[in-house]
DNA sequence: CTTTAAAATGAACGATGGTTCATATGAATC
DNA sequence: GATTCATATGAACCATCGTTCATTTTAAAG
């Protein structure tokens, strides 16, 4: 019980708050995602986790912060598990690229929520370093993913930085039709991209 | 002169007003491009056009109305031109297809500063059906290529309607990425997309 | 029961910015 | 010069939050 007192954080305390950091995070991520980062207001964040104003802000510095740390607990072992599974590509390079493109739309559509605020507002200035880093690590996991390919040959020869930004393009474009427009299931989406990514739409070899 | 007093319609109005309409349109792209729709106030729009905040409202109903006006002015003829462009494909499908792409380049690299208003903040309750809209449109158009190459056999059968909505995202997500990040070239990526998706990375034939 | 300090409260503050309106300007007409 | 009316002005209005802080509540410790 000296416990409660001692630390803060919220994992370890014994029911000294009456409302969970983890909560509050995930009721300021539903409203962030469905009502768009500057249309939430903080009352209303309180208000849904059940605190009042005041107590939001013994909890996060200000607005951004509450926003980064949702971000940071959203996204905390993606890239740890991205990494994990390019190492296959040395055994099937194809087979990696289709599971990475899969891997992609799970993450996404479990992540959807997240998703949204880095697409409504994308220039959000406090969130440019996250979306920036996210975009160099995968396109370099994926070029590196083609070029045990074209090694091994079960992929042609070609440019492979061009081609990655044009599959990581291609993915995330296709994430974001589906969560603008919600059209089609992620799987069909998910196989379909990968089948155009594979053997493009041209009749006959290449 | 007597028109003037007659028809306040920017063009045909000589000279009585100040500043033109179409001067503040371009201010305003200018401004929401570069700083977001909600982070432009009236009175930078106002400052910027040489005018006071009380002329804007007389000439637009409100800043949602006059974001509206800037995204009509801005697509006017873009419609009509990819129409007649996919009219082609009974020709060339493959053709029809890279020009398709290209085309979308290089007029979202002209348009890029209205492209803005639509990644940033994108759900602006009011620009969706717009949005909506394009993506219709655009989705029906490409599948139409896709239909007459398969026809013609310079396309492999598959199904148009899933490979249209891939192929729209890819394009869209490639100019976002652009967008965005400023990475590469407008020409290079669009010549690497139209290789990734005329061809796929696969080795051998299909 | 008293003490103590962490946790919670919500009214009040202050800054911001879209919109309005009473007033002014100026060019055309008589 | 007087009249008219489109156009222009910008201070003022009003609503909206993010943030703060003086005060209260809660519960563990003595």
Same mark, same amino acid.
């Given at each position: 019980m000296i416990q409660s007192r001692m630390v803060p954080w919220d994992h370890l305390t014994i029911m000294k708050r009456k409302v969970s950091n983890s909560k509050v995070l995930n009721v300021a991520l539903k409203l962030f995602s469905s009502k768009g980062y500057s249309e939430t207001k903080m009352v209303d964040i309180a208000r849904d986790a059940g605190l009042s104003v005041g107590s939001l802000y013994l909890r996060f510095k200000n607005k951004e912060e509450l926003c980064l740390d949702i971000i940071k607990d959203q996204t905390k072992d993606y890239f740890q598990r991205a990494e994990d599974l390019a190492k296959k590509a040395d055994t099937d390079a194809l087979k990696t +690229?289709? !599971?990475?493109?899969?891997? @992609?739309? !799970?993450?996404?559509?479990?992540? $959807? $929520?997240?998703?949204?605020?880095f697409y409504r507002e994308y220039r959000l200035p406090f969130i440019q370093p996250m979306r920036s880093h996210f975009f160099k690590t995968q396109q370099k996991l994926i070029e590196s993913i083609l070029k045990k390919g074209i090694k091994s040959k079960s992929i042609r020869p070609l440019n492979t930085k061009d081609a990655a930004i044009s599959i990581f393009a291609s993915i995330r474009g296709t994430i974001m039709i589906k969560l603008i427009y919600g059209v089609g @299931?992620?799987?069909? +989406?998910?196989?379909? +991209?990968? !089948?155009l990514i594979c053997h493009g739409v041209r009749k006959g070899k290449p």
């Open positions: +690229l289709e !599971d990475y493109i899969s891997f @992609s739309f !799970d993450c996404s559509m479990k992540k $959807q $929520q997240m998703l949204h605020i @299931s992620p799987s069909v +989406l998910s196989k379909s +991209l990968f !089948d």
